[in-house]
């Protein structure tokens, strides 16, 4: 069984700083990549931010500069620091990944945490 927990969630003031934690447990043959997502009341799910398997990495532009999504790749974990932080970037985070599970190595599946809340008010 393959689980994405994410940590890190919490309310913080305009202009802070978080830290997002995503760890991939359990049978994993390969990771082609790991990001997050997130979904404000309203909103579609958009991606935030992901990394590839190469190290190439992807940001929204409404968080270029401020956010950095870096992995250790050792303990199948995807960080997410957020700096400068907005109320619009108030939402549920959802960590995913795309991966092979062991013993389906001729297909990727896609996973998904269960998210974490960022609330960003004063």
């Known amino acids: 069984q393959v689980q994405l927990v994410e940590s890190g969630g919490g309310l913080v003031q305009p202009g802070g700083s978080l830290r997002l934690s995503c760890a991939a447990s359990?049978?994993?043959?390969?990771?082609?990549?790991m990001g997050w997502y997130r979904q404000a009341p309203g909103k579609e799910r958009e991606l935030v931010a992901n990394?590839?398997?190469?190290?190439?990495?992807n940001y929204a532009d409404s968080v270029k500069g401020r956010f950095t999504i870096s992995r250790d790749n050792a303990k199948n974990t995807v960080y997410l620091q957020m700096n400068g932080l907005l109320p619009e970037d108030t939402a549920v985070y959802y960590c995913?990944?795309?991966?092979?599970?062991?013993?389906?190595?001729?297909?990727?599946?896609?996973?998904w945490g269960k998210g974490t809340l960022v609330t960003v008010s004063s």
């Open positions: 990394i590839i398997s190469s190290g190439s990495t």
């Open positions: 359990g049978s994993i043959f390969s990771i082609n990549s």
């Open positions: 995913n990944a795309v991966l092979v599970p062991n013993g389906s190595r001729n297909r990727y599946s896609n996973y």
